[in-house]
């Protein structure tokens, strides 16, 4: 007759489950900063304790970033979503920027299908995307071709499919910050107002440390020509136009639009080739903001040049009263390419001095957004607008778009070189430039 078998000794786990529970959280922890997003969020709905593991993998912000350039809509979805979630990171939000050979609502339920409804989730269809790519990990920064024709809305767009077939996919995790989007879903008057502040921001919650948000600005615009002042002033509102007659400052005759026009390109010479013209506009305003009491406000606004004749100049989009003075700017490469070795300096300005009373700034990601006419037309050479970021920060991520308009709160000091009390000046929305959103974080000295 056999002998009965052993019972179990009381002090020895059975099962899968216990043998893992008894491998010890510093040998966990080592596993589950292994896993990719969901796996990760499985694993911290296993245990109390494997929550608390979890919560010491990601308790710092964190960014991810992947682009795809498949032709399928559903594979490059796919893509991204592999490549942007193959660590660890709960996201907190996200920004998908769509080419526009893709259909811009599918799109976007792909995406929120795959991060639920609590996830908040930006769909914009850009000028171009400036990333990472999910399946080579090359780093590229891509203009959509659209043709002349794609101007016209009565003529079918003519888009290149192997170009415009994209998608760039942001993730966000910040711990200690809400974030929501807001949809606009119809045109909405704004009041000007005040904008006064400095281009940082900060978050902190009690053992999260605290996140900080930097912007820097690369201009690509150069004044050129004397100061004007508007003489008369018509706002074609329909059309967003002002059609408009000047005089130089300190001369009280009115010149018309060609004559001023013929005056800028006396001025500027053949140095540039077919440059584009803005009019830089210094705006006295009253404004307020909620109950605050009004006040003035001081803002230097551009307006794209779009034509002259012998009696007015035309200018795009309306604001422009009359007594506003104004000065010409053109695009400049060469202007960029300096702007952006500023730029870099202010970077490397921004890590060597990383350190705060003892505690360690890390930047863990960064975002631009850039003019859809610079890029490699305008520079000659490729990613020339993702290289201060990259070059200073390697290995951290980075991404963004080319669009039309940044914005970017700061003064004009990289537009006016006299020292002619603009210290109360500001511009929030640029033109032929690249606006870089650094994010760092300074961990509490109890974590």
Not at 14 to 19: E, K, L, Q, R, S
């Amino acid at each position: 007759m056999a002998s009965p078998s052993p019972s179990p000794s009381p002090s020895r786990p059975c099962g899968v489950a216990a043998t893992i529970d008894f491998i010890g959280e510093d040998l966990l922890q080592n596993i589950v900063a292994r896993l990719p997003a969901f796996s990760f969020a499985s694993a911290a709905c296993v245990s109390r304790s494997w929550n608390l593991v979890c919560d010491r993998v990601l308790c710092r912000p964190k960014l991810s970033s992947a682009c795809s350039f498949n032709f399928s809509l559903h594979v490059a979805v796919e893509e991204v979503f592999n490549k942007a979630l193959s660590e660890p990171i709960r996201p907190h939000f996200a920004i998908a920027s769509i080419g526009p050979s893709f259909d811009l609502q599918q799109a976007h339920q792909l995406i929120t299908a795959k991060l639920g409804s609590k996830v908040p989730v930006i769909t914009n269809v850009p000028s171009g995307i400036i990333g990472r790519d999910a399946i080579s990990d090359e780093f590229k920064e891509i203009q959509w071709e659209i043709t002349e024709e794609d101007d016209d809305p009565g003529v079918p767009l003519l888009q290149p499919e192997s170009a415009n077939r994209a998608i760039m996919l942001i993730v966000g995790f910040l711990p200690g910050m809400k974030v929501e989007a807001i949809p606009l879903l119809k045109q909405i008057a704004f009041k000007e107002h005040n904008h006064h502040g400095r281009t940082q921001f900060f978050s902190s919650c009690l053992g999260t440390g605290e996140t900080q948000f930097k912007a820097v600005l690369s201009t690509g615009l150069s004044p050129v020509g004397p100061t004007y002042k508007a003489a008369s002033v018509r706002e074609k509102h329909r059309d967003s136009l002002t059609w408009i007659t000047a005089r130089r400052e300190g001369l009280r005759e009115n010149i018309d639009g060609e004559t001023i026009m013929n005056q800028v390109y006396d001025e500027l010479g053949d140095r540039i080739q077919f440059p584009t013209f803005y009019i830089g506009v210094t705006k006295r305003r009253k404004c307020s903001i909620g109950q605050d009491k009004v006040g003035w406000m001081t803002s230097l606004a551009f307006h794209e040049v779009l034509g002259d004749n012998q009696e007015y100049l035309f200018v795009g989009d309306v604001g422009i009263k009359t007594g506003d003075s104004f000065r010409f700017y053109h695009s400049d490469s060469s202007i960029a390419l300096s702007s952006n070795a500023t730029v870099s300096e202010r970077l490397r300005c921004l890590k060597q001095g990383s350190t705060t009373g003892g505690d360690t700034r890390e930047v863990f990601g960064g975002l631009v957004f850039t003019c859809c006419g610079r890029g490699e037309s305008f520079f000659g050479q490729p990613n020339v607008d993702s290289s201060p970021f990259l070059d200073v920060f390697p290995g951290v991520t980075f991404a963004g778009t080319f669009c039309g308009g940044e914005i970017g709160r700061g003064d004009v000091n990289p537009y006016i070189k006299e020292s002619q009390e603009q210290k109360s000046v500001w511009c929030c929305l640029h033109v032929y430039s690249a606006v870089y959103l650094v994010m760092s974080y300074t961990s509490s000295k109890g974590s």
